[in-house]
């Protein structure tokens, strides 16, 4: 009931490419769904959230596709630079309670 | 302002001693978390504060773990008899808290802890 499901584990793309990553939760009460960013030997940083009365939110470049009937989020990185490179973790909780994270995705971008 | 920090930001101790993780997280938040890294895995939670009291301790793996927070803000971990699979880094975050959902758990730097 608590657990987020993440895909794929490793991800690699070429620089100007698009990187999607995929989340499923199944737990209903979850309503607050952030992606963190963790460079190696560094603490995960919020990249960007979206609650679950909203569809979409795009910041920049990285997009958050909610769809609340299916239990699924996923993020989209438009023109994936290098220094995206970097592990990526979906993450959903209920009323500011703890996290619960995906199992990461590890993300390559290629020159 | 200053961010989430923790100490020391490694720890290598022989296994049976025990250790004690600090964090201090940033002026103002009330709510502190406590999650843990095992190489190459994701984030495990372990406990939650809002203020001093501790509404969700349910993450904690066993008995020779515990933490508090003193005065609403610093926080130990503490454990216990350390073993060998309590290696891992230990992440502290901070939010402003208070129950409300949206509320942007923000991370320190993690403790690496080593037990031989």
């Known amino acids: ?111 | 302002g200053a961010g989430v920090s923790q100490s020391p930001s490694n720890k290598v101790t022989e296994k049976g001693k025990d250790v004690e993780l600090r964090c201090d997280p940033i002026s103002g938040h009330t709510a502190l978390y406590w999650y843990r890294q095992s190489l190459g895995q994701g984030l495990e939670f372990l406990i939650y504060f809002q203020g001093n009291s501790a509404p969700d301790k349910s993450g904690l793996p066993s008995d020779r773990f515990s933490a508090e927070r003193t005065g609403g803000s610093v926080s130990t971990l503490t454990i216990q008899r350390t073993q060998q699979e309590d290696s891992a880094v230990y992440l502290c975050a901070s939010s402003l808290g208070g129950g409300v959902s949206y509320n942007e758990q923000f991370f320190g730097p993690g403790t690496r802890l080593t037990v031989l």
């Open chain 1, 1 to 111: 009931q608590q657990q987020v499901k993440q895909s794929p584990q490793s991800l690699i793309v070429q620089k100007g490419g698009i990187s999607i990553i995929n989340c499923a939760y199944e737990n209903t009460a979850f309503d607050y769904f952030p992606w963190y960013q963790q460079f190696p030997g560094k603490g995960p940083a919020l990249l960007i959230a979206i609650r679950p009365d909203v569809s979409e939110k795009k910041e920049g470049r990285f997009t958050i596709s909610f769809n609340k009937s299916a239990k699924q989020f996923s993020l989209h990185i438009m023109d994936s630079q290098p220094g995206d490179s970097a592990t990526y973790f979906c993450a959903a909780s209920a009323r500011g309670s703890r996290l619960t994270f995906g199992e990461g995705t590890q993300l390559t971008v290629n020159p």
